[in-house]
């Protein structure tokens, strides 16, 4: 039959079956098949496009926010072009000057100084007001530019000021990738650590790291004996654990967030309940929320279902026969449970682990209201950026380095376990 | 047969075993729990005991404006977003249990990954992709992107009530001279309605619960219940807050009730026993 496929234009043998037309089945068959799957690719399309629109180019567009560098490309051009020619060595010459003195008269007549002072400014605090400063007095500068600008502020008389602007004035730079992970450039344009004590966002990075591990052991912890039971239960308790498990799913983040509070503040349920014990007195309330421990015991609350459902979704199908053959062979009752079965459960607790750890790591809202200082994390501070301190360069490098690290695993997990075998409840 | 005796290090273990299941019950359950009275405290203080009950704080509810408005914004949004999810998301697992084709692992990871990344970083993207096409400050361009994080949810679960789907079912339709689409209205919709109910319903509470995305995309014109209610528990956290709490609580049971029942439904549909 085979064979009878390739041989194109001569007619099939007199064996092969055909359909009413005339053609041969296996033709119309595979001429079907294929009808079939661009059907269903269309049907496919409408959704894709829609992501692609709505999600996944606006995430990549704000992914190149992090190395896309055009203030002082666009707003100083002739000083940038002026720039190229210079060696790096000393002081510019004067035709430097004058092009940004040409340059700063124009951006002050456009407004758009302001764009290059603060740019200036992540790299050489006090650049904003330096660059102001020059933009207001530009067009009554007088040649020789060199000396009236160095009289106008020293810092123009810096060769590393020269250096930091034509390093800068590149359209592209990785200056925002540098900062977010704690390097910097010394004064000979060399990459180099921040000093320990200005370290920010290497540490953060570890600390929502370690969080969210922690969060994945304390869920599996408190999920293992939880599925187990499901999983074992007759039917009937088994569906009520269900339900006591699926309830905190649909319930609003913002309100387990508000439990929370309530229970854990200083005047807080558990503190009140405490004092009237007589454990602790009046005045050594437990400062138990605003802080990790709050972040920490919050979110383990917020993911536990993420834990319990996978591993559940694994025990059910864990036949009994393995921890009877076990037993009948001499093994206890722990040696049996924990050579025999916690092996047979590990896709569930790989599934459930990777799942939580990958929504931990990206947790914004409970870390801001229940994290004081000490629980915020990595998307606390990319918001902080973008909305507060406004350096969105530096938002989207911490956000990529973010977003790498997520789309790393969700791989991972696609490779090991495929995510068309994730279920809801 | 011996009988199998247990000895007392096993029914230890036994019984730490039930008490740490408990704990970690109680742990899941109480805190959700525990608003639900204090939200009906006449004190204005949120912890036991109570001075008395009263409907106080669910009348200070009802009379505050704010809260209304948030409350009709979130149902546009969810509701827009909803709709979308549910008509885009269920042709695509229709087409995708239809047929295995090239690339197909990749376009399901593709379309699943709104489910995975961190919400910061969709606010984030949206928030400069937006600018420059006016969608920032309104609803619209939230119920867009709520649309795409909750059609993930319509994806899966409609795909889950198209396994075991027999095909045989939509080649009676096509042979009785329906055509695909009247096939797929009369034929397959009334199968996988479970399925794009529930899946709706995920989209939907996705939306109403969305908070990052919201605060970045929408103004003090647009603001929606979760925004109103985080600002709430940030600046003054009083007992109308744990009054909304309760009433949301109330909404994910129903929620919990209809997607169970519609699930089992759709089992039962499929000749599926548990």
């Known amino acids: ?425 | 047969m011996a009988r199998q005796t247990r000895t007392t290090g096993q029914a230890l273990g036994h019984g730490l075993l039930w008490l740490w299941t408990v704990a970690a019950l109680v742990f899941l359950v109480a805190p959700i729990l525990v608003i639900v009275p204090l939200s009906f405290n006449a004190g204005a203080f949120l912890s036991f005991p109570m001075p008395g009950l009263s409907l106080r704080w669910y009348a200070e509810l009802w009379q505050t404006d704010v809260w209304w408005r948030s409350l009709v914004n979130s149902l546009i949004v969810g509701t827009g977003a909803t709709l979308i999810a549910v008509v885009l998301g269920t042709a695509a697992a229709v087409g995708l249990a239809m047929a295995r084709f090239p690339g197909k692992d990749a376009l399901m990871a593709v379309l699943i990954s709104p489910l995975i990344v961190p919400l910061v970083i969709v606010a984030a993207g949206s928030y400069f992709f937006f600018i420059p096409l006016g969608l920032t400050g309104s609803l619209l361009g939230l119920a867009l992107v709520h649309a795409a994080l909750g059609a993930p949810f319509v994806l899966i679960t409609v795909g889950a009530t198209l396994v075991g789907f027999d095909r045989n079912l939509v080649r009676a339709g096509a042979s009785l001279g329906a055509a695909p689409l009247e096939v797929f209205l009369r034929v397959t919709m009334p199968l996988i309605a479970p399925g794009m109910i529930s899946g709706g319903l995920f989209a939907f509470i996705t939306s109403f619960d969305e908070l990052v995305v919201a605060m970045f995309l929408t103004g003090p014109g647009q603001r929606t219940l979760p925004r109103q209610m985080f600002d709430g528990i940030r600046e003054n956290m009083s007992p109308t807050i744990l009054a909304v709490a309760t009433i949301l609580i109330v909404i994910s049971i129903l929620l919990l009730t209809t997607v169970e029942l519609l699930r089992r439904r759709s089992l039962r549909l499929r000749g599926i026993r548990e």
Request: glycine residues 8%; charged residues 15%; proline residues 6%.
């Open chain 1, 1 to 425: 039959m085979a064979r009878a496929m390739t041989d194109g234009g001569h007619p099939a043998p007199a064996s092969t079956m055909m359909t009413a037309e005339g053609v041969p089945l296996k033709v119309s068959l595979r001429r079907a098949e294929r009808r079939r799957r661009l059907t269903a690719f269309l049907l496919a399309v409408p959704v894709l496009v829609f992501i692609l629109v709505t999600f996944v180019v606006p995430i990549a567009d704000m992914a190149l926010n992090s190395v896309r560098n055009p203030e002082i490309a666009t707003h100083l051009p002739e000083t940038a072009a002026a720039l190229q020619e210079w060696d790096g060595e000393g002081v510019p010459g004067e035709p430097v000057f004058a092009a940004l003195a040409k340059d700063l008269a124009a951006a002050a007549e456009a407004r758009t100084s302001g764009l290059v002072g603060a740019r200036l400014n992540y790299e050489i605090s006090g650049m904003r007001s330096t660059i102001q400063r020059a933009a207001r007095r530009a067009d009554r500068l007088e040649a020789p530019f060199r000396e009236a600008f160095i009289e106008l502020d020293d810092i123009w008389g810096d060769p590393v000021t020269w250096r930091v602007i034509k390093r800068e004035s590149h359209p592209y730079t990785p200056s925002f990738f540098l900062a977010a992970l704690d390097r910097t450039y010394d004064d000979e344009g060399n990459i180099v650590k921040v000093a320990s004590n200005q370290e920010i966002y290497v540490p953060l990075f570890m600390r929502t790291l370690w969080i969210s591990l922690a969060i994945t052991a304390l869920t599996l912890l408190l999920g293992f004996p939880i599925a187990y039971l499901m999983a074992h239960l007759p039917m009937r308790t088994g569906n009520l654990l269900m339900i006591l498990v699926l309830l905190p799913f649909w319930t609003s983040l913002l309100v387990r967030t508000t439990s929370w509070i309530v229970l854990l503040q200083q005047q807080g349920v558990i503190n009140d309940i405490l004092v009237w014990v007589g454990v602790i007195g009046d005045d050594g309330r437990l400062t138990m929320v605003h802080n990790l421990n709050g972040t920490i015991v919050a979110m383990t609350h917020i993911l536990l279902p993420f834990m319990v459902l996978p591993l559940y979704s694994v025990m059910r199908t864990i036949p009994p026969v393995y921890m009877r053959a076990a037993r009948s062979l001499g093994a206890n009752q722990w040696t049996a449970f924990w050579r025999v079965y916690v092996p047979q459960t590990t896709p569930g607790i790989g599934a459930g682990g990777v799942l939580v750890f990958i929504l931990a790591v990206g947790y914004y809202i409970t870390p801001a209201l229940v994290g004081g200082q000490s629980g915020q994390m990595i998307s606390n501070y990319i918001a902080y950026h973008m909305q507060r301190s406004l350096n969105w360069g530096l938002a989207a490098a911490l956000g990529t380095i973010l977003l790498a690290g997520v789309v790393a695993l969700y791989y991972l997990y696609n490779k090991i376990i495929g995510v068309d075998r994730l279920k809801l409840g």
